[in-house]
């Protein structure tokens, strides 16, 4: 059984969109129409609008060749006195269409179709520049709005273009253009046409002073003008020379940034109905302009989101994972940050010598260009740690290239420890805020007791030195600056750590599930170095 689609659920577009009687010639037409003149050859009109391999030509129609193509009644009233043909079975009509034909052929067919050919190259390079014009005119319509995203141009110009279209069809106009204000306000450009040459998009810009039409437009919306040919016309200064428009304010956020005019070619009462239609396209082109910058938009957001993205996985993979440093040893870290980035890191190893190194250090500046000072200084620290060093040489090396690596300033506090996986014994440095504490069984005490200035605030280093011994059951933690700024204090880290050696727990993992209740406002960076030997 056949299923019929009910007459009330489809939708009927109409024609194509289009003016209905009235068009200006653009001046690829204009040129056409001339070279018919002058040659008496036109174009075959059946040739695709692209440019022709070939120019194919046929002859222009004469008066007495549209006579012959005339109805047959019309034909035989034209020739009832016509004397009789000199050739047997002749029609005398044939022997005038061929005469007049050859007749108005002023140049021969070879010669004409070179002469279209080289036309037809230049009037298809004139075409494609309009295009490109067409659209960039649009892209800068938008920049009034926002940037729009290039991807969004072309389609963008079609939509603005098919608008124009349907709004004269609904309207009964003839043409319509589009005109955008510059950054001073002071001109008007045009920025698309429909039912005008393309090459208006390349006209000089029209003063806003003096344009009453569009002035009243931006104070009230609206200017509806019956008559422009009638005494008072050329007051309202209008672009194109019709004889009724309608000029509707382009606005954003309330704020106008041009004029839509849609010309007609007749006198005519305007009303509601006209007024209605120009400001629901003036709406939609707005609308239509804020949705392409809006798509550039959320391009450069995503762009940025994942370039963040891509600085962050980097910042992750180059922290070292926990694991054994050497028998008894076991070394662990952990970050978390506000931002999806850190300005802070956590590095570990074991030197040529067999002494293990530890470090931590974090950027006094906590926005992006701080990661970037953090990972200055790492690759600084790393670059270094092959040569025979103390802790207090490695720093004063890595401020050397901070100071000269840069006219900006780099300040970054960092900590350097050495320890001895024998005997415990280690050194420690320090320059700035890094709090550490060494926990075991018993109670906890500081690994250094003072601060002191950061590196890359002077090109001499003035830090903190000293020695420890870390013994067995014993846990070493460093920690940023970033836990006493949240509230959590060296009491807090120090019972959790002990409560955590003597239920024989995971040190940093207990510790975190303690802080884990302090909201996160600053940066936490952690790394802990437990010794834990069988005996």
Known sequence: MTQTVPSYLKVHR??????????????SEQFWQAFSNATGWRLDEQQPRKRPRAAKLKPVATATQQAAALPVSSAQSASINAPPSPRSGAHPAADSRDHDSNATLRIDRQTAESLAQQAASLTHEIDRLQHVVREQEVELAAHAVRTIAPSKVHSTSENVRDLLGDTLAAGSFDAAALYMLDDETQYLHTRAVFGLPSDRLGAQPRELRGCRADLEAMVQEVVLIDNLHDA??????????????????????????GTLWLFGQ?????????????????????????????????????????????IAEWQYTGLPAGSHLAPGWKV?????????????????????????MLAMAQSL??????AMVAASAKSAMIAHLGYRHTPSEILQRINDTLWQSSSAEQVV?????????????????????????IVGPYGYRPLVGQSSCPLGQSIDVDCVESTFHLGNNECLLTFS???????????????????????????????????????????????????????
């Open 14 to 27: 109409g024609e194509a969109s289009s003016p209905s009687h009235f068009s200006l010639s653009s001046a």
């Open 232 to 257: 008072a016309g050329h007051t309202w200064n209008a672009p194109e020379q019709f004889a009724s428009a309608v000029c509707v304010a382009i606005k954003k956020n309330d704020l106008p940034i």
């Open 266 to 310: 007749q006198a005519r009462s305007l009303g509601s109905r006209e007024a209605t239609i120009g400001k629901l396209a003036a709406r939609q082109i707005a609308l239509e302009l804020a949705t392409a910058s809006h798509h550039r938009t959320q391009q450069t957001l995503k762009g940025s989101a994942d370039a963040t993205r891509d």
């Open 332 to 356: 662990d870290g952990m970050i978390e940050s506000t931002n999806d980035w850190a300005t802070g890191w956590h590095h570990w190893d074991v030197l040529p010598d067999g002494t293990l």
């Open 365 to 370: 500046q906590a926005s992006a260009t701080g």
């Open 413 to 437: 506090s960092m900590i350097y420890l050495r320890v001895s996986p024998e005997t415990g014994e280690g050194q420690v440095a320090l320059a700035g805020d890094i709090n550490s504490l």
């Open 481 to 535: 600056d970033g836990l006493p700024s949240d509230g959590i204090s060296q009491e807090t880290v120090g019972c959790a750590l002990r409560a955590a050696l003597l239920a024989k727990d995971n040190p940093l993992a207990s510790l975190r599930r303690k802080i884990a209740s302090f909201p996160l406002r600053n940066e936490r960076g952690l790394m802990s170095l437990t010794r834990k030997t069988d005996r």
